[in-house]
């Protein structure tokens, strides 16, 4: 008897997965494949090793296969694999908001789940609103966030988000949000290592939006702290302060999206820690579990979540939620995850490593093409020129040099290189990446 076809599609057939922010057809001419990970590399289906020089997306910041997450995920599976965190709770994920809740800053001390970035963020600005009209003020719906922001790509995060391509195929949007202009001035701030000292001013264009929009009909302001996904714009000397000031003075709830800043990143648990500034929100994903599982939340102040509690006693506050919200794997991954970090020391190793990291990448200004250089934690961002032949195309051939050639996983946007890498990086990796690094902008160079 003929066996029957096998109705599963053989492991070399790229066809079915359409991937995200993905040129697909260029893909899979010639893949980029991943099989494997540990520590700070990469492996390709061939075992060929692949230096981790972005902590995956920006998340996987205590490095791969990481025994004590793997057997946190593995026993809690065992345990239990999914409960229902509609009106039914388990204890994993109370503790794993009570260990979040406590590294950040302030009366920031309720922790709300969700399964991701963009899942975050569209919760936040949804409580943002909430919470006026708990408070009496409907009339305060309107949303600020800030050109070249990324808040994921729910239609909230889009909508107060300032990136045009995420933007332009998706209809109007959420009504009434409006945008601040982004923090860089390439002639001002050209190859500075951390804080720009050119830029606090671009605050002040909040006063501008408030006078033409009127205070009593903005909910809230969301921008990252750096932002990341286009490119890596460190805020100027003093710019956040000014900016909370202006929210508090006008009444205007400040939220932070600390999905890439948090967990270490900038050398402490989040950005509003180093920068000495308590936002109203801060929503997180990634870092908080390594990147192991799909997880993320919004961190919100005590005046805020109080607020809702004020109703009869058993009516639900908040009609929102996400069946994952606060799932047992992603919560067990997360304790884990947060010991790591806490044992290791990774966030003051992210601090101490600063300015190795920063003199190393910095070195590479004099290579062809490069345009900027800007650094902050363990971050870095490398503007190439484009192109005669269109924007993005020398960074596409510089990724999958790097990829193919040097076996180096760098991130791209444009022709700008994000280096992020693990924070369990060491010195001479450091060196590595940045001599690898150093080798794609030569080859790419004409
Ligand atoms: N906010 C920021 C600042 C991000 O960088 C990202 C992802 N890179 C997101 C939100 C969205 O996260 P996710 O992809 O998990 O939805």
Redesign the pocket.
Known sequence: MTPAPSPIASPNDLEAFWMPFTANRAFKKRPRMIARADGMYYYTPEGKPIMDGTAG??CCNAGHKRRPIIEAIQAQAEELDFAPNFQFGHPKVFAAAARIAALAPGDLDHVFFAG??????DTALKIAIAYWNVLGKGSKTRLIGRERG????GFG?ISVGGIVSNRKFFGSLLAGSDHMPATYDREKQRFTKGEPEYGAHFADELERIVTLHDASTIAAVMI?PMS??TGVLPPPKGYLKRLREICTKHNILLIF?E??TGFGRLGSAFAAERYDVVPDMI?F??GVTSGAV?M?GVIVRKPIFDAFMNGPDNAIELFHGYTYSGHPLAAAASLATLDIYRDEGLFERAKMLEPIWADAVMDLKEEPNVLDIRTLGLVAGIDLASRPDGVGKRGYDAMEHAFHEEGLMVRLTGDTLALTPPLIVTEDQIGEIVEKTRRVIRAVAN
Not at 116 to 121: F, L, W
């Open positions: 997306l920006w991701s970035g963009s899942e975050a963020a990324y808040h994921g790509v995060g990252e990341g996904s999206d999905v890439i929503t994903a990634k799909p993320g």
